[in-house]
Nanobody, 126 residues
């Protein structure tokens, strides 16, 4: 089992940047693929980005492609989400999620992930 804690959220003006962190504790973090999701008030949880357990493969939703970058440092048991050129539509609670298993799979489906953090609020003002 792995425990996830997000940090780095906050209030930022449109066009600004934030870097979210997802710190893991528990089992070997390099055995887990990780995704970032977000949920705005009144909306369903939405996929943002994912990274394979080795860090060699990434995948982005069209809505964030070119603006967000996911990365990881397995020595620090941490996954990052660098968010640039933020727009008000990016306002949401951001969650990181991890999935284990024998085969590495980066998935945009929230049901494919086994462990979730508590979320961090990101608010982008216009």
């Amino acid at each position: 089992q792995v425990a996830l804690v997000e940090s780095g959220g906050g209030l930022v003006q449109a066009g600004g940047s934030l870097r979210l962190s997802c710190a893991a504790s528990g089992r070997t973090f390099s055995h887990y693929d990780v995704g970032w999701f977000r949920q705005a008030p009144g909306k369903e949880r939405e996929f943002g980005a994912a990274i394979s357990r080795s860090g060699s493969t990434t995948y982005y939703a069209d809505s964030v492609k070119g603006r967000f970058t996911i990365s990881r440092d397995n020595d620090k048991n941490t996954v990052y989400l660098q968010m640039n050129s933020l727009i008000p539509e990016d306002t949401a609670v951001y969650y990181c999620a991890a999935r284990g298993g024998l085969v590495s799979l980066i998935s945009p489906e929230h049901r494919d992930y086994d462990y979730w953090g508590q979320g961090t609020q990101v608010t982008v003002s216009s």
